[in-house]
């Protein structure tokens, strides 16, 4: 059995810790690796070599941190495929979504290769005669990245190229459901020439996540997973005086309204909902049909969804993957019994799926609920699976209302053509990230990714400018350079501009 280790100092190490995690492969239901649990002196091991590594690595030229990350960035470009393989097979994910994840993740790397540009300071001559006033931002020393299984490298790398190139030095923490991508991209920032001990990457659950929030040379956590854990992240890294930006769970909400073209709203619809086994915090897992949109919405989302080809992820024909676990497929299959046990009508089942010559795979077919109302466990709970539920509402407002209800604030989309139906829908909710026709608006790289709500906590979003804030603190420096001939003399009263 392949283990997967720890990766510390720009080696391969099994660490000190004994406990072993299982690492499947979501196509066969079979495990195809165990991965390393690393514990406190693991972690400790990883801090120290990352602390070190800081003193060097701080002080390195602007040019020389662009020259390693243009470099880094042919390397990923050039391994993508690589990469999606690996993301596939441990993640279950279809390799074309795979790339597509990397992509999104390359596009950070590319906003990182612009940092001289990024720290810029700002310059005010002349505050007060003889006097200049001017910032710079430093990096905080050795940050901490603890990530989801969803996204094994797209979500990294929100984090690690910006806190690389800002100066800082980087401890992550992948999921141990899907470890083996990190170390992939561990070797490429070897390969750009990022000195050894620059990035760190520390396997393992609970207890090294516990161990980073409590390790007093750890300056920074960015955390991305589930709701219930971002909470505790954030207080728990807070209250040992760390910085924290902690991205939690999602319940993103599609209105779709009579105006809307039905056929271009269901295709986005069935893709945002199905599109990676419904295992994206951006997900569309509520729909909401506006006044007499709902019977063809429903028809034409229900005849897509019940055509998406579920198979193996590397399997090229393939549109809808596994999910990742067992636990994961038991779990969602239970939330669609719940929603039949309370009265809604499930239009298109995907219970029970068997896909030939993958009958022990973790498949769960789309899914599509009809007749959800908001007291329903299938809308209340985030089901991280490719079910989507059908909600009505008779106006844009009373839609607005029922997001705006909802404890999280992640995304959100409307599919309408009327303008001022979407810009009343734009200031009215209460999320983060608003799409207009479009069902996944994912921020470009050089904007900030987050939500609202229960969706984050913290106050920084990741990547983008928030990206660069969160893993700098700013100098400002007032600075006079006295003529020789000034009049002697100190004034002792309080400082004031003259
Ligand atoms: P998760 O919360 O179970 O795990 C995330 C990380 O936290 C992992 O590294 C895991 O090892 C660690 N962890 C798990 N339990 C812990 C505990 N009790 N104490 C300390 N650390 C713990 O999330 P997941 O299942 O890997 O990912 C899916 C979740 O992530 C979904 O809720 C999804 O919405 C969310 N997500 C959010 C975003 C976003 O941008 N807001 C992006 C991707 C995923």
Not at 170 to 181: G, N, T
Not at 421 to 431: D, I, L, P, T, Y
Not at 444 to 471: C, N, Q, R, T
């Amino acid at each position: 059995m392949r283990t997967i280790e720890h990766w510390i100092g720009g080696k391969l190490t099994a660490g000190a810790a004994t406990r072993r995690g299982a690492v499947w492969n979501p196509a066969t239901g079979q495990q195809q690796a165990e991965v390393v649990l690393g514990g406190a002196d693991d972690v400790d091991e990883a801090v120290r070599t990352a602390k070190a590594a800081f003193v060097e690595w701080s002080q390195s030229s602007l040019s020389r941190r662009a020259k390693v990350l243009f470099s880094f960035r042919e390397l990923v470009n050039r391994r993508m495929d690589e990469l999606a393989e690996v993301i596939s097979d441990e993640h279950g994910k279809v390799v074309s979504d795979a790339r597509g994840e990397v992509q999104r993740g390359l596009e950070v790397v590319e906003f990182a290769c612009g940092i001289p540009h990024l720290l810029k300071g700002d310059f005010s001559d002349q505050v007060s005669t003889g006097v200049d006033t001017y910032s710079f931002r430093e990096p905080l020393g050795v940050v901490a990245g603890i990530t989801p299984f969803n996204f094994p490298v797209m979500v990294p790398m929100w984090m690690h190229p910006i806190a690389i190139a800002c100066g800082n030095t980087f401890v992550l923490k992948p999921s141990e459901r899907d470890p083996s991508a990190s170390l992939l991209v561990a070797q490429l920032w070897a390969e750009a020439g990022l000195p050894d001990g620059v990035f760190n990457v520390v396997h393992g659950d609970k207890e090294s996540v516990d161990a980073l929030l409590d390790h007093p040379d750890v300056a920074a956590v960015s955390f991305v997973g589930s709701t219930p854990i971002a909470r505790y992240i954030h207080e728990r890294g807070t209250a040992s005086g760390k910085r924290v930006q902690a991205l939690g769970g999602a319940k993103n909400h599609a209105i779709v309204l009579p105006d809307a073209d039905v056929d271009y709203a269901s295709d986005h619809l069935v893709a945002a909902a199905f599109g990676s086994a419904g295992e994206r915090c951006m997900a569309i897992s509520a729909t909401v049909a506006v006044g007499d949109a709902g019977e063809a919405l429903l028809e034409a989302v229900s005849a897509k969804a019940a055509a998406v080809k579920v198979g193996p992820g590397r399997d090229a024909s393939s549109e809808m993957g596994p999910v990742v676990t067992s636990a994961a497929r038991d779990r969602i299959v239970g939330f669609i019994d719940s929603g039949e046990r309370q009265g809604a009508r499930i239009a298109v089942d995907g219970r029970g799926l068997v896909v030939p010559g993958y009958e022990d795979g973790f498949f769960v077919g789309p899914t599509v609920v009809d007749a959800v109302t908001p007291e329903m466990d299938v809308y209340r709970e985030e089901i991280f699976g490719p079910v989507l539920s059908v909600l009505r509402a008779d106006t844009v407002d009373e839609a607005i209302a029922l997001i705006n209800a909802n404890p999280y604030g992640n995304g959100t989309a409307i599919f309408t053509s009327s303008g001022e139906a979407a810009r009343r829908f734009q200031r009215g909710v209460q999320v983060g990230m608003i799409g207009i026709n479009v069902p996944i608006p994912v921020p470009m790289a050089y904007y900030s990714f987050g939500g609202w709500k229960d969706s984050l906590f913290g106050d920084k979003h990741v990547h983008g400018p928030e990206g660069i804030s969160f893993y700098t603190r700013a100098k400002v420096v007032t600075s006079r350079w006295p003529h020789v001939s000034h009049p002697a003399g100190a004034s002792y009263h309080f400082p004031t501009m003259h």
